[in-house]
Structures are given as C-alpha cells and as structure tokens.
C-alpha cells in the first residue's frame, strides 16, 4: 500500500507475501485460471487471479463466514466487520460512490454493495444486513466477484 492507504498494481506475489508476513497459496480453477491467495494471522484472507508472469493487477479482501473479527488497516482506512455503510457513503461519496440493494440470491444476502473509482482502481465494498463490512474488491475493470 502507498502513504494514502491504498493499494498498488501491479503488484507481485512475493511482495503480498512479505507484506502479510505469510506464505503465498498457488491454485487453479476448472478453467485453468491461476489464482493466488494468502491467510493472515487476523483471519483475514487476500486473494487474486494472476496475469502474465504472475502479475497481480486485483486484490480481493474477505473474512469466512465462521470468522467474527474486526479486521483494520486496510485500504482506505477500512475495517472489517466494523466500517458500516453509512460511513462508506459519507466517506467516498466525493468519488461518485453508488450502492445497490443484493437481493437474496447475493452473498450477503440483505446487504448492500457499494461501489466508486478513484484514479484508476475500482473499489467494491460488500456490507451484510447488519451494515457491516464484510469483503473489498480492488480491481483495474469493473467487474463483479460475487456474480461469478
């Protein structure tokens, strides 16, 4: 991260890795996609697709659902399972910052997804019914990692 709390790409797995002060996890999917994911101590887990060369230009923050932790430090000054929603639509509303409503069919069922850009990064916030923070999407496109 720079000195504004915000993440870098592209980035490598080395790097995350030294970060985190945790090993790095290779895996592939069904369509032999390479990913990259890393478990920190918090229980927080970070993961990845991987471009060419192992090239890092996403990042993906996410707590399992048996964790109740508060997770801080992160992007932007966030913190998992404490920053609410209120708070993201006060804070990065200067960015055009938009929330839909998930329906039941979503992740977090209930909860909402708050999405804007900032330089060149999209950032996606998924908060549960309760409001709370529960997963960041860093990416250089658009897309959404719960629809897949």
Not at 10 to 27: G, I
């Amino acid at each position: 991260m720079d000195k504004n709390a915000e993440f870098i790409f592209p980035q490598t797995t080395d790097k995350v890795a030294k970060v985190l002060h945790t090993e790095t996890v290779f895996y592939g999917d069904a369509n032999e996609e390479k990913y990259a994911k890393w478990l920190t101590k918090s229980g927080l887990e970070l993961y990845c697709s991987l471009g060419k060369n192992n090239v890092i230009n996403e990042m993906f923050f996410d707590i399992p659902d048996d964790k109740v932790i508060i997770v801080e430090g992160l992007p932007f000054g966030l913190a998992m399972n404490k920053t609410t929603l209120e708070e993201s639509k006060t804070k990065f509303g200067k960015y055009g910052a938009k929330v839909q409503k998930l329906g039941d069919d979503s992740s977090f069922s209930g909860g909402a997804k708050l999405i804007f850009k900032k330089g060149k990064y999209y950032t996606t916030l998924f908060f549960d019914n309760k409001n709370l923070l529960k997963f960041i999407g860093l990416t250089t496109e658009l897309a959404d990692p719960a629809a897949g």
